[in-house]
């Protein structure tokens, strides 16, 4: 915006303002949810989560949004500088890498629900499809640096692998911030993708265990008929969530960033707090959809 005359973008430090007014939107969110679960859910409908059947998995849905955010910003993105070897990362935009870490985490996720039905297998796993989906992409851009431009892997902000302790200096260009996939950067997209695809995944988990009740009471069916529907529509609203959060990481990151090595990773407060605001407001209308009617 400095182009514009507006204010130039960046900085590391928290809106103090901006975050109390989020903090009050969330809370308003959370609340406005206990008060028509109280009015709208009728008797035993949740068996005996009655009384916290839809605060509970707002909740689960914030924490869900957050680690998204938090996630994402582990994951080294260089977008075009990257595919022209000028920068260290990924040659994408966040909210791509960040969307498709998500969906390999929610389809096993999804899977790992629908065979063992237990909270925990099924929220691991999803984290477990993140990360192995960032792994095999790292690798294969790493690969591709090397084998196919033949540039070593240097970071442009640190010196030395804080992991390895391998040195860079020496083997970035000149011109360039760096290039490749350090050990680092590796690392931070694997913890990324799971962490992502774990909050993805919590968030999925959490609308289903909504949808699948709520949907047999509205439509009067029996629960192996309504099943496929409720998965459908928690997936997409479970992706819909995991755009959202990405994109705020995005605007947050404005740009590239290598890693949790990264000065820009000092960001990560204010794009947890915008994402768990974004994220409870979305999941007050999510739930809504189906409980309200």
């Known amino acids: 915006m400095s182009a514009l005359g507006g204010q130039a973008r960046g900085g590391d430090g928290i809106n103090w303002k901006g975050t109390a007014v989020g903090i009050f939107i969330l809370l308003v969110a959370i ?16 068996g005996s989560l009655q ?30 500088p990257a595919a022209m070897g000028q920068a260290p990362g990924i040659a994408t935009g ?3 890498l960040a969307a498709g870490a998500g969906l390999a985490g929610l389809f096993g996720g999804a899977w790992a629900w629908e065979t063992t039905h237990d909270f925990w297998i ?34 442009g902000k640190v010196a030395k692998d804080p ?16 290039h490749g996939l350090p050990f680092i950067s590796y690392f931070g997209g694997v ?25 047999e009471k509205l439509l009067g069916i029996d629960a192996g008929s309504v099943a496929p529907l409720a998965v459908s529509l928690a997936g997409i609203f479970a992706i819909g969530f995991f755009l959202v959060n990405a994109v705020l990481s995005a605007y947050n990151i404005t740009g590239t960033i290598e890693g949790p090595h990264d000065p820009k990773f000092k960001r990560v407060p204010r794009a947890i707090i915008g994402c768990a605001v974004a994220s409870a407001v979305c999941g007050l209308v999510a739930i809504l959809t189906v409980v309200a009617l």
Request: contains cysteine; proline residues 6%.
């Open 122 to 155: 099924t929220i691991i796993g999803g984290g477990i499809g993140g990360g192995l989906m960032m792994a095999i992409t790292c690798l294969m851009v790493n690969l591709t640096y090397v084998f196919a431009m033949g540039v070593p892997s240097a970071s």
């Open 31 to 46: 609340l406005i949810t206990y008060a028509l679960e109280q009015s709208l859910i009728p008797p035993g409908l949740f």
């Open 94 to 96: 966040v909210a791509m």
């Open 191 to 215: 913890v990324g993708g799971f962490l992502a695809a774990l909050g993805g995944t919590l968030v999925y988990l959490e609308l289903l265990l909504v949808y699948q009740p709520g949907l």
């Open 163 to 178: 992991i390895t302790g391998f040195t860079f200096p020496e083997f970035k260009s000149q011109g360039t911030e760096g």
């Open 51 to 80: 009384g916290v059947a839809l605060v509970v998995p707002l909740i689960g849905i914030i924490v869900g949004g957050a680690l998204i955010g938090f996630g994402v910003h582990f994951v080294p993105v260089g977008g075009a």
